[in-house]
């Protein structure tokens, strides 16, 4: 049984894209100079998830309030 308000689920809402973009980071340094194409995907996904992470905590606050 699964409950929408869990805090688990709150929690993925607000910093669930943050957590991937932080991932993308992490494996972006890791493997820098390795494989460039690799790397610039990683950067791009990491400046993708940074925006929408952004975004998705605004929009938590907006909600809250």
């Known amino acids: 049984m699964r409950d929408e308000n869990s805090k688990l689920e709150k929690w993925r809402e607000k910093y669930g894209a943050i957590v991937i973009a932080l991932t993308c980071?992490?494996?972006a340094?890791?493997?820098?100079?390795d494989n460039w194409m690799l790397t610039v995907i990683l950067v791009l996904g990491f400046i993708v998830c940074i925006t929408i992470g952004i975004f998705d905590i605004k929009r938590a606050?907006?909600?809250q309030n």
């Open 61 to 63: 606050k907006v909600k």
């Open 25 to 27: 980071l992490c494996s």
């Open 29 to 33: 340094i890791t493997s820098w100079g």
